[in-house]
């Protein structure tokens, strides 16, 4: 009798064993691993972008080689501070000839200023030269003379940009006229980043922040929002956030009076200028724009800047997709009415 049974016992054994060995072949058979997260930053666009991605079938490290060359090669494509890049050359013979993507990015920097009315002008150069917000290694950061001002605001109008699609050349109708894609090239060289990696690795996951323009490449772990937090314009701690939003997808850029600026007798002077007065826009701290792309949330954040803390038009440009915040010089809140939604973490 006990024999039997300790021959029972010992073939039970044996099947437990068995089955726990076939389970844990299987878990590792079958379960994906964890994605790693691998992160660079890199200096480019006058910042930091900083990229963290993981890939699905492909090492974070192509990944991130292949990100990095396309934000060179963007950079060095559209500032007008690289020698012979098409901005440069456009500036200084008048017009320049251009490929499918130039011509794209110069139409859609004309379509935002459409869209705003004018607040967003690529044709901004003349005046971020004249208060030294041009990046160029030789510039002066000043307060410039009213007459300064009204010289240069004479240039400043983007319906001086001509694009002819025939011929694929962009030119100025007017000798003088220059143009700066500081405002919308950061998002723009997010929104290609991403679906060239998306391109390669569909699955991959991750983040790029380009100085405060995010865009999402996919959730954390394939399934989380990434937590983001909105800076406190009003803190000089770079880290210091006054919000946080959630986001799977999509994109969201801030733009602020901290990011760029100079104090001459006590006022502060920054680098987002009201192509209408010539000055520095007055009135907001901060903006934060939650976008379907990149493109659009840094160009709207820039615009909506201009546009000032009482902007009527403020829930309008929902229409075009997006949900804004706006920060008053004095602490003051207005946002449109989803961007509530975005502060609930949903997983
Ligand atoms: P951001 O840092 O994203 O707010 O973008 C501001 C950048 O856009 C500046 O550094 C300028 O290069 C450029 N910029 C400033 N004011 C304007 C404007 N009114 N329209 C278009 N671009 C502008
Ligand atoms: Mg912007």
């Not at 240039?155 to 002819?164: E, G, M, P, S, T």
């Amino acid at each position: 009798m006990w024999r039997k049974n300790s021959h029972n016992v010992r073939i039970y054994f044996y099947l437990a064993a068995l089955g726990a060995g076939i389970i844990l072949l299987s878990i590792l058979i079958f379960s994906k691993p964890m994605p790693v997260y691998e992160e660079k930053i890199i200096p480019v666009f006058g910042t930091y972008v900083r990229l963290n991605v993981a890939g699905d079938k492909v090492s974070p490290d192509v990944l991130i080689k292949m990100a990095e060359r396309e934000l060179y090669q963007i950079h060095n494509k559209y500032s007008a501070n690289v020698e012979n890049s098409i901005v440069w050359e456009l500036n200084k013979n008048g017009k320049v000839k251009v490929d499918d993507e130039a011509l794209f990015l110069f139409q859609s920097a004309i379509n935002y200023a459409i869209i705003t009315g004018g607040a967003f002008d690529p044709t901004i150069r003349p005046l971020l030269e004249l208060w030294g917000f041009d990046d160029a290694n030789s510039s002066e950061k000043r307060v410039p003379s009213q007459e300064e001002i009204n010289n240069v605001l004479s240039y400043v109008d983007y319906r001086f940009i001509n694009i002819d699609e025939k011929n694929m050349e962009v030119s100025f109708l007017k000798e003088g006229v220059q143009v700066d894609l500081g405002g919308i090239a950061k998002g723009y060289a997010i929104d290609l980043v991403i679906q060239r990696i998306r391109a390669i690795d569909p699955k991959a996951t991750g983040f790029i922040d380009a100085g405060g323009d995010i865009g999402i490449i996919g959730p954390k772990f394939g399934e989380l929002a990434w937590v983001i937090g909105i800076r406190d314009p009003f803190s000089n701690d770079t880290f210091k956030s006054m919000d946080t939003i959630y986001l799977t997808d999509g994109t969201v850029a801030t733009s602020g009076d901290y990011e760029r600026f100079f104090v001459q007798n006590g006022t502060k002077y920054h680098h987002i200028i009201d192509p209408q007065t010539g000055y520095p826009a007055q009135g907001i701290s901060s903006v934060t724009v939650i976008a379907p792309n990149a493109t659009a949330a840094d160009t709207f954040a820039t615009a909506l800047f201009v546009l000032g803390f009482d902007n009527p038009a403020l829930e309008y440009f929902t229409n075009f997709g997006i949900q804004a915040m706006i920060v008053s010089n004095n602490g003051e809140i207005r946002e449109t009415s989803g961007f509530n939604y975005f502060r609930e973490k949903l997983k």
